[in-house]
């Protein structure tokens, strides 16, 4: 409970000074209880819940995961040509989306300038060359190379090799 909640003050970007005053509780209290050192009564849990905005339960719920198998990841289509691309995240997530595309040579993206609805693109070459085409540039990304972009950017890309494949992970946040 105490790494939940020292989590959750850490998103809110709050310290514990602020958290403890709020509650009505002793900074010290409070930093033993993110470290499971006491154990609070209900009504400082619902104070320091409170203070937090989260509701007590979200303390005692087990974490929200998911398995994607490779074998099992469903093939997508954002559009281009000469590339197979699978989903690694669940359907479900809305936080998180991310794709793995394997590009053929000279296959790409489309010759057309697009942009996701989106707040952060990322894109990681894992194998071969992307160039990436901005608006005025173009970026060639290399195996290990990583680029991020405002999801409004106008972009697109391609596989510039003649003779191999790449592979790439886009990663989108939040999911469009």
Known sequence: MGARLRAARQASGLTLAVVAQQAGLTKGFLSRLERDEVSPSVAS?????????????????????????????PPINFGGRGLREVLLTAGTQRNLQVIRS???????????????????????????????????????????DAFTMPGATPHTWVNPSTTETCEVLWALTPAP
């Open 45 to 73: 849990l619902v104070s320091v819940c409170g203070v937090l905005g989260i509701g007590v339960g979200q303390l005692f719920e087990p974490p929200v995961t998911s398995l994607v198998r490779a074998a099992d990841a």
């Open 102 to 144: 394997v590009v053929e040579p000279g296959e790409g993206g489309g010759e057309e300038l697009y942009a996701l609805a989106c707040e952060i693109e990322f894109v990681h070459v894992l194998r071969g060359r992307l160039e990436l085409r901005l608006p005025g540039e173009a970026v060639v990304l290399h195996a290990g």
